[in-house]
């Protein structure tokens, strides 16, 4: 077998065999398959798809690239959510400690940021001292201690997708169903959760632009997992506008950590952590019904239970939990400007995919799999669509590390704001759930 026909093959829209898909992942895996090769066969699945017995197949072949965790002996029931990738989103910092903090276990393999989306382990990078490179021990141990642990894959876990998620950030080769599923669903399959929660974005700053998009790699998704054996559920959510008012590693940490400890939150963020804490609670059956899990995720944000969690959480992953205790410790971006509405009206679009393209040229994200990030720098909008706004009034905040990228995303945010005379409805939080 070789890697030249491989490629040829997929450049020529037919099916691959599940003994070409394998040979691709060890080989990839090991270093034996050089990026070039692997990014042109990356892209020739995104122009040209793949089936579904490819895509599941592709999906084991990942899932098995490292070592698998079993669960059972750690923890009776466990649960996982994973979110396809959007702008702002926020949602693991404060959905993954609510539902711990509840009895129900939660053991979690994330990403880091992915084209203009973010990663939650960039962000929970950007608390000192945090380690997501658990060993297997490390990880079930942790699970078995305190009911809440989070990692990246790594050489040991999932490595295949390490190295395809790095790759495809930089080549372009992102929103494709297959290597979305591929990449989700071989993490929570490296895992042995009992239910997996997927938060399925839809709308511009999503990789599923449509609803008929998000639904069906949602239903993709749940049925790979379903056929291993996990209870599946994805909810379909609204990635039009940023989630919440921050987009930036640091300035992510300081606004979940910011509601967990019962401080007002954007309406939008608010809503959709309760919920999908609510689905996991329920899913779990802690909660008998979807409005006793949002009361159950309520209390535990109102009695600072959920703070308390991530805390031992990030502690047992040697993060320094006093920059959560006081977040005016993190470093501040040297450039910050507050930049103000140009006219009277109501906020009618944020574009989602240019915040968060802006938020990779502050530095916030990669363009080269070496690249570093700046933890400091991002953007905070002050306003969701469907607000009224008055000229003068700030509408974003940009957090710049020199005045030259300050500038340029000056131009580019007010671009991506549309202001209209008249009333604009509210966006909706969700489109729906698959089960
Ligand atoms: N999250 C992932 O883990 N992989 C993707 O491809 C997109 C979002």
Same mark, same amino acid.
């Given at each position: 077998m070789n890697m030249v026909e491989i490629i040829c093959k997929k450049r020529d829209k037919e099916k691959l065999s599940q003994q070409e898909i394998e040979y691709f992942i060890s080989n990839y895996t090991s270093g034996d398959i050089p990026d070039y090769q692997a990014s042109a066969l990356a892209m020739a699945i995104l122009l040209n798809g793949m089936d579904e017995e490819e895509i599941s197949q592709m999906t084991m072949a990942m899932a098995h690239s490292g070592e698998t965790l079993n669960l059972s002996e750690h923890a009776a029931f466990s649960v996982d959510k994973h979110s396809t990738g959007g702008v702002g989103d926020k949602t693991t910092l404060i959905v993954q400690p609510i539902v711990s903090s509840c009895g129900v276990a939660v053991a979690k393999m994330s990403g880091r940021g992915l084209g203009f989306s973010g990663g939650t382990i960039d962000k929970l990078e950007s608390?000192?001292?945090?380690?997501?490179?658990?060993s297997k021990e490390e990880f079930l141990s942790q699970l078995q201690r305190i009911g809440s642990v989070i990692s990246g894959q790594s050489k040991h876990l999932a490595p295949a997708d390490g190295k395809m998620y790095a790759l495809r950030d930089v080549t372009?080769?992102?929103?494709s169903q297959a290597l979305i599923a591929s990449s989700i669903m071989s993490k929570k399959l490296a895992v042995s959760t009992n239910a997996i929660l997927l938060d399925v974005k839809v709308g511009?700053? !999503?990789?599923?632009?449509t609803i008929e998009d998000a639904k069906s790699l949602a239903k993709l998704m749940c049925s790979i997992g379903r056929y291993n054996g996990r209870i599946m559920r994805a909810e379909l959510s609204d990635m039009n506008q940023p989630l919440g008012y921050m987009v930036g590693n640091i300035l992510e940490v300081k606004e979940a950590v910011s509601m967990l400890k019962g401080e007002p939150a954007a309406p939008d963020l608010y809503e959709h952590c309760i919920d999908s804490s609510a689905q996991l609670l329920q899913m779990a059956s802690k909660a008998k019904t979807f409005e006793e899990g949002k009361k159950m995720a309520e209390d535990a944000l109102t009695s600072g239970r959920a703070f308390e969690k991530l805390k031992e959480m990030i502690a047992a992953q040697s993060g320094d939990v006093s920059y959560l205790d006081d977040t005016s410790k993190f470093p501040e971006a040297p450039f910050v400007e507050v930049c103000e509405a140009p006219?009277?009206?109501?906020? !009618?679009?944020?574009d989602a995919q240019e915040v968060g393209e802006t938020g990779v040229e502050l530095?916030?994200?990669?363009?080269?799999?070496?690249d570093p990030i700046d933890y400091r720098v991002g953007i905070e909008i002050h306003h969701k669509v469907g607000d009224q706004i008055y000229e003068g009034d700030p509408l974003f905040t940009v957090h710049a590390h020199d005045e030259e990228t300050l500038a340029y995303a000056r131009l580019r945010l007010h671009a991506a704001h549309r202001i209209s005379p008249a009333p604009v409805n509210k966006l909706p939080q969700f489109y729906g759930i698959v089960e």
């Open positions: 608390i000192p001292g945090m380690r997501i490179d658990l372009g080769t992102v929103p511009k700053g !999503a990789f599923m632009k006219e009277d009206g109501f906020v !009618a679009a944020i530095g916030g994200g990669r363009h080269q799999k070496t």
